[in-house]
């Protein structure tokens, strides 16, 4: 591979005059610049990043650490982190935690080894106590953080309160929460804090039921749907978690002969692209996950550059009225 | 952030011999290895993998480059080559390209700067005739490859045989395919090849309609498959050239009053998450988008050792029965 050398023969300039074109630094004439840049094309020289990175003693690599890539709430993310990142200068390292204690540890040194400039933690927690990657920036999305440098999350309980206050205004009158995972504790337990809060206000009786993190290492609910609807036979107002749980709601009820949302109405959480795929559409809360990336991102950038940044962001839901309510 | 003289200091090892243990060369006692775990722990050091992937010349990064993140095919495809890099001991720098041939070569641009031990390329083709990242390898996944390493694909043909065969066995006399992006030519081109084939071996009457870049990038499709049911009343066999738009013509034919699969049968392609989320679920072709992915990292990893890899690897696809046939 051709070396800033090779260049700087080709060109009869110095080293020194091909590396202040290269990082632009100094004055420079136009001539000089473009002669170094048609050498470079004609040796096909690529300026070596782990070399600059070396005596930068930083990388513009953002490491994205999450418990799931093709859980559709995730993809849409890493999608949004991606081209935020692209947008700031910085690339992506993904990494893929499976919401496993072990391999975030493993994730987050091998971050710190790679000298990341910042680390965009969604998974876990039990890692996040034990990191000590000294200066480099650790955002946390919609997961807590005890000792990190900022956490964005949605307003996870208002996204319940809404969720409660539709199915009760749509006429329901007994009303079942389908809750995510309850092994780590995460702002998302908050959507059945302002879910119940609700149901009491307005003394509707609510049941709230748990899923593990088999269903959702696996991305299947239905067995465990169908269990839940014999046992609750006269319930006719379902929040679920996510919409992934949601669609799968659906499903149960079609094969089980429940007409939604004749019967039962139900309403999903995220605004994935699943939500708007099921016949009937599905009503859900939007999490902005746009602007939620786009926070992560940008935090991250301005804690890198050593400025104070929020330790807590908390972004607006909104309710999205489709087919099932 | 403590360094390796650091390390050294603390334990009265010198620094050769510390670095040995790192890289586990040569003999060394077990009290001393252990000595150098435990200062490492206590200083919280982290070997620089920037400089070590200078000295190497190569870094065990693996750039993916795809159109598309959350497009529930490449969030499979992205997931299972994050598990597969994960097992062989790489990581993986996400890029995401839109299909944009600018994007393309910025990014194969930024993978040859950055020293990447090799590409997984799924986007687009202009850039690779471009390329030239002298000992790089480069993967293609279900793109055509004119200069590179190696390619894979799935029996895109096969697929589209298949699933003509099976909307005949099941009765319908009318079919229509609705295709990928014509714009750009694609391994999934083959799918409407093989579909073709089987409609004129059958002389069954068969149309097939091309979708734009602009319905794939918004993955909408909605208003396009309204118009096509709308002029093509007779039809009574679909074959759609992806899951996503097989759960948007599901959608279309139940607001249009259209039985699935009664009226009108549905197959899809690929075998995602969103195939079994809908009701009735999709028909589909089963890509084998995990082993694809394997048999990707496997032939970079190859290549990166600088064994002979096969230029060409087809893999076998499978008709999976559900609810619109």
Chains 1, 2 share one sequence.
Do not use: W
């Amino acid at each position: 591979m051709a070396t800033l050398k090779d260049v700087a023969k080709e060109t009869g300039l110095t080293v020194t005059t091909v590396s202040r074109v290269l990082n632009n630094r100094g004055y420079i004439s136009e001539e000089a610049r473009q002669k170094v840049y048609d050498a470079m094309k004609k040796l096909n020289y690529h300026p070596n990043e782990v070399a600059r990175s070396l005596s930068r003693q930083t990388t513009n690599t953002i490491g994205v650490i999450v418990p799931h890539i093709k859980h559709p709430y995730f993809a849409e993310l890493i999608s949004n982190l991606e081209n935020q990142a692209y947008k700031k200068g910085y690339k992506i390292l993904l990494c893929n935690s499976q919401e496993k204690g072990e391999k975030e540890r493993e994730y987050l040194d091998m971050c710190t080894s790679n000298r990341v400039a910042g680390i965009i933690l969604c998974s876990g927690t039990v890692a996040v106590e034990e990191f000590n990657g000294s200066n480099i920036p650790l955002i946390t999305l919609e997961r807590y953080l005890e000792n990190g440098t900022a956490t964005v999350e949605c307003d996870n309980r208002q996204g319940g309160r809404m969720a409660a206050e539709k199915l009760i205004a749509s006429g329901c009158k007994r009303l079942l929460h389908i809750s995510g995972v309850r092994e780590t504790a995460m702002p998302a337990d908050l959507r059945a804090v302002g879910f119940g809060e609700v149901c009491r206000e307005r003394e509707i009786p609510c049941k709230e039921v748990d899923t593990s993190s088999f269903e959702y290492e696996h991305l299947e609910y239905h067995d465990l749907i169908e269990k839940i609807l014999r046992e609750n036979q006269k319930v006719d107002g379902i929040f679920a978690s996510s919409d992934l749980i949601a669609a799968q709601i659906l499903q149960v009820c079609y094969s089980m002969g429940i007409c939604v949302p004749e019967q039962v109405k139900l309403i999903g959480f995220d605004d994935v692209n699943i939500a708007s795929l099921t016949t009937p559409p599905i009503t859900t809360i939007h999490q902005p996950i746009r602007e939620m990336a786009e926070m992560a991102v940008n935090l991250l950038a301005e804690a890198a550059e050593g400025k104070v940044v929020p330790k807590r962001s908390i972004l607006p839901v909104a309710l999205v009225e489709r087919g099932t309510t």
